[in-house]
């Protein structure tokens, strides 16, 4: 399970990284065109980069409640079969 959530957080971390050089390369060519100002440019492009950093904060956030979950899950399914261990142990 934590493979697959690293999986997915590596995957987003390359899906932001993509639409940033993306929206640089659009911004640019609308500077180019006198469409918008370099610092208008900059303005959106922080802005991005600020709700990027939100997002990876709520990603993390629920692969925490994730992992806690499959923890229960598997101390759940676990207990049982350690009382037994333990029982065959002190015989």
């Not at 940033?20 to 991005?48: P, T, V, W, Y």
């Not at 925490?64 to 015989?91: F, T, W």
């Amino acid at each position: 399970m934590a493979k697959r959530i690293r999986k997915m957080a590596r995957m987003s971390i390359n899906l932001a990284r993509k639409t940033k050089q993306k929206l640089e390369k659009e911004l640019k060519m609308l500077i180019k065109a006198k469409i918008m100002s370099k610092s208008e440019a900059k303005k959106l492009i922080k802005a991005f980069v600020a709700e990027m950093k939100a997002e990876k904060e709520r990603i993390k956030a629920f692969a925490k409640q994730e992992l806690k979950r499959g923890m229960a899950k598997a101390r759940k399914h676990a207990k049982p079969l350690v009382k037994r261990v333990i029982k065959r142990y002190k015989r």
